[in-house]
């Protein structure tokens, strides 16, 4: 299991930005991936977006245009820019790693966008 520790968020207004990080501890196990999930009460756990060991990125629809996720391979960290907040974003936003046959997550960063 990668310990994942994640920071960042908090309370902002709408239309305001919020940058998300997601720290993971040194490992031996390699890992395929790392994403960004969300969830309120209520709902299932969604994928806000996600980035391969290998670049590729994606997004869910209601982020495109908003959200950037990226990396720093140096710092073994991830990272969600978020602009253009909405108040449906509100979201404890939890980070994803991918090590088969495992997934690791972290604790969830609370995200509250209201005015």
């Known amino acids: 299991q990668v310990q994942l520790v994640e920071s960042g968020g908090g309370l902002v207004q709408p239309g305001g930005s919020l940058r998300l990080s997601c720290a993971a501890s040194?490992?031996?196990?390699?890992?395929?991936?790392m994403g960004w999930y969300r969830q309120t009460s209520g709902k299932l756990r969604e994928l806000v977006a996600s980035?391969?060991?290998?670049?590729?990125?994606n997004y869910a629809d209601s982020v495109k245009g908003r959200f950037t996720i990226s990396r720093d391979s140096a710092k073994n960290t991830v990272y969600l820019q978020m602009n253009s907040l909405k108040p449906e974003d509100t979201a404890v936003y939890y980070c994803?790693?991918?090590?088969?046959?495992?997934?690791?997550w972290g604790q969830g960063t609370q995200v509250t966008v209201s005015s």
């Open positions: 040194r490992s031996f196990f390699t890992i395929y991936a």
């Open positions: 994803n790693a991918q090590t088969t046959p495992f997934a690791s």
């Open positions: 980035i391969s060991s290998g670049g590729s990125t």
